[in-house]
């Protein structure tokens, strides 16, 4: 293992070597003027600047292949003046009829609406940036971007749109205030891309050419922007968010009475240059952040579920996406797990071109119904860009438990007074983006646990139009702690090949095809064999965008601690008892060009102790376009087991109705039966965008129990949010 950790090490500095090149599509370039006449957000093409404004044109097919100019016809004009900059796309139709859209719910899925987006790299590092954009109705999108090509559709900034249509085209008019991204002072040129999806042509397209395999937000192939001087410094950038808050809630289960809650609490935004960030928040409260999508778990490990509270959200790939999906050393809902946060403060943002830096301290009240301290959490975060577009990090997380001494006769429960985490990480992505990769080194430092305390990991990965190969491996050891991060499994070895290949046929209803295969083999700290899936799977890709894939799997698990394979508390297994299955899955999902979208899935086969399992879980979605959404979706499993289990089925339903009068105006209800949890949950919200990033919500909250039906707990918030800027 360690031998094939420095081989992928070693194969990582090589491609690092050859990733010194010139920006695959700088000869692309848009000059922008400043203007001196006003610029009104009305979705109109009139005013005298647009007419002097240079045009971006003549884009490039991405998909279905990226072989040739695009059919749909978009000109994009960009212009600026002290405050802010403004950008006008014009969106013709190579049809006939009418757009396809979700609704004017923010933030849409890229796939299921007609859109133009615009990506930006203000700093030219072809890394991070910022994504701004709407749908043909006028729903906005926003971002920021990181990892080269990666959008996190949770932050939420100041900005304008809107959205004409009429018979020939739609026009999307925008002004984004310098003060809402950040950017390199005195830099007159920057990273730029315009996207477009039309679903009717069912074409996506880019101003510069993209290959097929890789997303119009890669900035690895944006073009560039021009400025004829450098972009006004925002000066002054002071921005303070204060909310207030009202509620009432009841526990139905414990019979205790109805209690209120009144709150106040801010968030301020300090600019410190041009490209750093201060954010403060005191007493923050995050009712009114939609609730996570139940599942049901028949899974041995932790599940993982976003952040989606907003003060973490700014530059979160500086602290949250430092090692892998289930090697995360830092996790942001790991603070304020079931405790309120008394106060915060981030820096986050560049330094330069090259360095970013991310410092976080977060401190949390003491609960003292569950003898939980005051804690608090200082996070350090340092990063530096080499070559084009690789970088090294560096990362300290540290928790403390405040005035905590606990006594260790007490029946209370007993928590760590510390756990600290440092390591640093390479992550590796060519100029081209063909070849991407990563290797990292993180020790955890905890008292009473000693040895075998550390975590590392390698991955390379060869993505091109026909090929996608990857070789993974990981290790995290006995004692390795990461308190504020996600690691639900210890004392492994892990190595995950992965091969790929696509076939594109010459004409016909099928765009390309092609298997996959994939292993995931586990071992335990003696290289001992302990977990193993291998899969063989065929994916058809229709022109109209629906896909089918077909799958044969089979799993090998030694249970290294006893496990309820139902997760109900029916029963357990013995630890060191080995199972092997094998099984088959199906998907289907539906083209995007239909106010009637569905997908379904089926897995069937063996399961634990010779048991079986199958799977059936379908979605289906329709809209009023564009005020109105429906969303079902439904899983059944059927496990059939050796007593005390027998057969066990169990259901999970979801119904969401989202109502979207404006694109201010929103209001959606999520219902949710989770028959293994024994529990029906409702969430509205209505949510009113009065101003530009200040809102008005009511959030009502309903948990109940399925049989005998009865109310378990109700809640019901209001809430009102202001964004005050001083500039």
Not at 73 to 100: Q, S
Not at 112 to 132: H, R, V
Not at 515 to 526: A, D, H
Not at 648 to 668: A, D, H
């Amino acid at each position: 293992m360690k031998k094939l950790h420095f081989l992928l090490f070693f194969i990582l500095g090589l491609i690092h070597l050859t990733a010194i090149a010139q920006k695959k599509n700088e000869s692309y370039q848009l000059n922008i003027k400043k203007t001196q006449t006003p610029v009104k957000i009305d979705g109109v093409m009139s005013e005298q600047a647009w007419k002097e404004s240079e045009v971006a044109k003549d884009f490039f097919m991405v998909l279905p292949m990226d072989t040739s100019r695009a059919r749909v016809r978009t000109e994009v004009r960009m212009t600026y003046d002290d405050k802010n900059l403004y950008l006008i796309a014009l969106c013709y139709k190579a049809l006939p009829g009418p757009y396809y859209v979700e609704s004017l719910r923010r933030d849409f899925n890229f796939g299921k609406n007609d859109n133009f987006l615009l990506f930006m790299d203000p700093f030219n590092d072809q890394t991070t940036g910022f994504s701004f954009g709407a749908n043909a109705a006028g729903a906005q999108w926003d971002g920021t971007m990181f990892g080269g090509g990666s959008v996190d559709l949770n932050w939420d900034n100041k900005w304008l749109s809107e959205v004409k249509n009429d018979p020939e085209k739609w026009v999307f008019e925008m002004a984004i205030p310098f003060t809402t991204i950040r950017y390199k002072k005195d830099a007159k040129k920057w990273g730029i891309n315009f996207s477009r999806n039309d679903l009717k042509t069912t074409e996506k397209s880019s101003w510069t050419p993209i290959p097929r395999q890789f997303p119009t937000a890669s900035l690895a192939y944006t073009g560039s922007l021009i400025w004829d001087n450098p972009p006004p410094e925002p000066g002054l950038n002071i921005s303070v968010i204060p909310y207030v808050l009202a509620g009432v809630s009841k526990d139905y289960e414990a019979n205790t009475s109805a209690t209120s809650k009144q709150k106040i609490g801010t968030d301020v935004k300090i600019g410190l240059t041009s490209s750093l960030n201060l954010d403060l928040t005191i007493n923050p409260d995050f009712s009114q952040v939609e609730v996570d999508r139940q599942v049901t778990n028949l899974e041995r490990f932790e599940l993982f579920f976003p952040e989606r509270r907003q003060f973490f959200l700014e530059n979160g790939d500086l602290f949250g996406n430092f090692g892998y999906s289930t090697i995360r050393p830092f996790f942001s809902r790991r603070i304020g797990l079931g405790v309120p946060i008394q106060a915060g403060a981030r820096i986050s943002g560049k330094l330069n071109k090259d360095w970013r830096i991310g410092l976080m301290n977060m401190q949390t009240a003491r609960d003292q119904n569950k003898n939980l301290p005051a804690q608090n959490f200082g996070i350090v975060s340092l990063q530096r860009r080499v070559f084009s577009r690789s970088n090294i990090g560096l990362l300290i997380v540290n928790k403390e438990s405040v005035n905590y001494n606990p006594d260790p006769l007490s029946s209370e429960p007993v928590y760590s007074k510390y756990n600290r985490n440092i390591g640093m990480e390479y992550n590796l992505a060519s100029s081209n983006n063909l070849f991407t990769g990563k290797t990292f080194f993180m020790k955890s430092i905890s008292p009473n646990r000693k040895g075998n305390e550390i975590a590392q990991a390698s991955h390379l990965q060869y993505n091109s139009r026909k090929w996608n190969l990857l070789l993974q491996e990981e290790y995290v050891g006995k004692n390795y702690n990461a308190e504020v991060g996600y690691v639900p499994r210890n004392s492994y070895f892990k190595i995950n090949p992965v091969a790929g290949r696509l076939f594109f046929p010459k004409g016909g209803k099928i765009l390309s095809h092609g298997p996959k295969l994939s292993g995931s083999y586990f071992f335990n700290e003696f290289f001992r064999k302990t977990d193993n899936q291998n899969m063989l799977a065929y994916a058809i890709n229709f022109r109209k965008q629906s896909v089918f894939s077909a799958a044969i799997i089979n799993e090998y698990i030694e249970l290294l601690q006893p496990f309820d394979p139902t997760n109900s508390g029916k029963g357990t297994l013995a630890a060191g008892t080995q199972h092997n299955w094998f099984s088959w899955r199906t998907e289907f999902v539906s083209k995007p060009q239909s106010v009637l979208t569905y997908a379904l899935s089926t897995m069937n086969g063996g399961y634990y102790a010779n048991g079986s399992r199958l799977n059936l879980a379908g979605e289906i979605g329709y809209r009023f376009q564009p005020y109105v959404n429906f969303l079902i979706n439904t899983s059944y499993n059927n496990i059939q087991l050796p007593q005390p289990w027998n057969q066990t089925n169990f259901w999970l339903l979801g119904t969401q109705v989202n109502v979207t009068m404006t694109n201010k105006l929103f209001f959606s209800t999520f219902l949710q039966y989770n028959e293994q949890n024994r529990n029906i949950n409702l969430n509205s919200r209505f949510q009113w965008r009065y101003q530009p990033a200040s809102d008005l919500f009511i959030v009502y909250t309903d948990n109940y129990l399925p049989a005998p039906f009865s109310v378990r707990n109700r809640a019901l918030v209001l809430k009102l949010t202001y964004w005050w800027n001083k500039k």
